[in-house]
């Protein structure tokens, strides 16, 4: 099974947005609503941020949100802070009932 | 509230097979789908596989003929069994529960490294 497609890293300044890119096919991402973000600190076991495409679990600041067009979902974070600095992996169910990662991508706050 | 923890032995020997052990706290294993990942070093993550709480099995196809995810309800726990392991599968192992296809909460993680 391939994995999804996202961008090796990310950077944004202090307080502004950034978008990170998660790319699939209409057999993954494109096919099913259920895409999930997780966000990996060094050392740490990663944390889901949104599922569902866009839905965020209790306890995640409304800073991060979720979206998808056509095969590709997006994760954006709003409002920058520092401890948002950390490896971000998409996921999404795929046909046969497979569950595929993306490649990972490591965001900078600057 | 949930909690998953990861158990085996860190170091294998290769063609040897590896082991691990899930127990889970707080959730029963008896709803739910329950699931394998891993991460290499300095690598990305991958979904080993999962067991229902039916005990269906869904595995990787990559990993596919080496694989074995079992449960025993009885001790709420689930396992990992990978055969004829190489230097390829050292890796963190993590467990997590899978649901709506969104893997949450997970375990800390237990790294196995496949040496002589």
């Known amino acids: 099974q391939s994995t999804l497609t996202q961008p090796p890293s990310a950077s944004g300044s202090l307080g502004q947005s950034v978008t990170i890119s998660c790319t699939g096919t209409?057999?993954?991402?494109?096919?099913?609503?259920?895409v999930s973000w997780y966000q990996q600190h060094p050392g740490k076991a990663p944390k889901v941020m949104i599922y569902?495409?866009?839905k965020r679990p209790s306890g995640v600041p409304d800073r991060f949100s979720g979206s998808r067009s056509g095969s590709t979902a997006s994760l954006t974070v709003s409002g920058l802070q520092s401890e948002d600095e950390a490896d971000y992996y998409c996921?999404?169910?795929?046909?046969?009932?497979?569950?595929?990662f993306g490649g990972g991508t490591t965001l900078t706050v600057l | 509230q949930v909690q998953l923890q990861e158990s085996g032995p860190g170091l294998v020997k290769p063609s040897e097979t590896l082991s691990l052990t899930c127990t889970v706290s707080g959730y029963s294993i008896n709803t739910y789908y329950w699931s394998w990942i891993r991460q290499s070093p300095g690598k990305g993550l991958e979904c080993i596989g999962y067991i229902s709480h039916s005990g269906n099995t869904n595995y990787n196809p990559s990993l596919k003929s080496r694989v074995t995810i079992s449960s025993d309800t009885s001790k709420n726990q689930f396992s990992l069994k990978l055969t004829s392991v190489t230097a390829a599968d050292t890796a963190v192992y993590y467990c997590a529960r899978l649901s709506a296809a969104a893997f949450d909460p997970w375990g800390q993680g237990t790294l196995v490294t496949v040496s002589t």
């Open positions: 209409s057999s993954d991402v494109g096919g099913y609503n259920y």
């Open positions: 996921s999404s169910y795929a046909d046969n009932n497979h569950v595929v």
């Open positions: 569902e495409v866009n």
